[in-house]
């Protein structure tokens, strides 16, 4: 597999669309476009490989499945885990000749994404500190009362750093990155030490968003029972994603009724203990 000049500019322009807000905004762009899930979607119609783009996806969306950028702070970048690392995990995995639903593809998919993503959070620094720039521009424009050249400060100039540090690496890195991954085919086998560590170390990452998913909703012991429920499920009685998410739902709704119905009861208490010592106080006022 191989990786056009077109396909690779797609792609570009869909990491831009996944990191710039003046664009598609940060609940369309970095949290939906951006996510591995939709990204290995896209990856696989562009590239024209659908089930090994979504394979590619999944497998990398466990990884990041709770990453948060909190005050700008990112440990990985996700418009380069999804539209850099995908693409040249498909076409290692493609020119490996791996199964596209075996684990050594979820786990070469995995390792790709992550070292890309790592990378890629140079990027993700180098578009702020190019926004500053404009920033500054936005600043004067104040000081000399021209207001209405601050859209170009918003929806303008922010492309201009996009372009450099979004479009041009995705369009450079997913095109001569292929050929670079297909050429090492020869240079790293299968069998080798650095294959095998590779895949190692991809099988044990999904456990890393996992622990951060965790950290997240876990508040007291007991909460990890509707979490595990899932997984139990899914491992005794052979069910597929839809039926599990279907019976999660359903104990999510049993649970929020009983949240609201413990809500109802403590507030008639509180009424009726307010109704009890208005009662008493106009007592104490006829005695009076």
């Given amino acids: 597999?191989?990786?056009?000049?077109?396909?690779a500019a797609i792609l570009g322009v869909f990491a831009c669309l996944c990191s710039n807000s003046c664009m598609a905004g940060q609940a369309v762009g970095n949290y939906t476009i951006g996510r591995p899930l939709v990204g290995g979607l896209v990856c696989g119609i562009v590239l024209g490989n659908l089930p090994l783009g979504i394979a590619c996806g999944v497998a990398t969306q466990l990884v990041y499945i709770a990453l948060v950028t909190p005050g700008g702070t990112v440990a990985a970048d996700v418009?380069?885990?999804s539209y850099i690392g995908i693409p040249l995990a498909m076409v290692a995995i493609s020119s490996r000749g791996l199964n596209p639903m075996g684990?050594?593809?979820a786990n070469m998919a995995?390792?790709?994404?992550?070292?890309v993503g790592t990378v890629g959070s140079v990027l993700f620094y180098a578009v702020a500190f190019m926004n500053l720039i404009w920033q500054a521009f936005g600043w004067k424009d104040i000081e000399n009362g021209k207001l209405n050249r601050l859209y170009g400060v918003d929806f303008g100039w922010p492309w201009l750093s996009h372009l450099v540090f979004s479009f041009l690496p995705t369009l450079l890195m997913t095109h001569y990155g292929a050929e670079a991954v297909?050429?090492?085919?020869?240079?790293l086998p299968m069998n080798g030490i650095p294959m095998k560590t590779l895949f190692t170390v991809g099988a044990m990452l999904?456990?890393?968003g996992i622990a951060i998913l965790l950290r997240q909703i876990i508040n007291k012991a007991t909460d990890f029972i509707p979490f595990l429920v899932g997984f139990t499920l899914?491992?005794?009685?052979?069910l597929n994603l839809v039926a599990v998410t279907v019976?999660?739902?359903l104990f999510a709704v049993i649970m929020y009724e009983i949240e609201m119905a413990k809500g109802s009861g403590n507030s008639s208490t509180s009424y009726a203990s307010s109704n009890e010592n208005a009662v008493g106080d106009d007592e104490e006022e006829e005695d009076i």
């Fill in 206 to 208: 999904p456990c890393v």
């Fill in 234 to 238: 899914a491992a005794s009685l052979h």
């Fill in 110 to 115: 995995k390792s790709l994404a992550t070292l």
């Fill in 79 to 81: 418009r380069a885990i």
């Fill in 1 to 7: 597999m191989t990786i056009s000049w077109l396909q």
């Fill in 182 to 187: 297909t050429a090492l085919r020869t240079a």
């Fill in 247 to 249: 019976i999660s739902l």
């Fill in 103 to 105: 684990s050594a593809a």
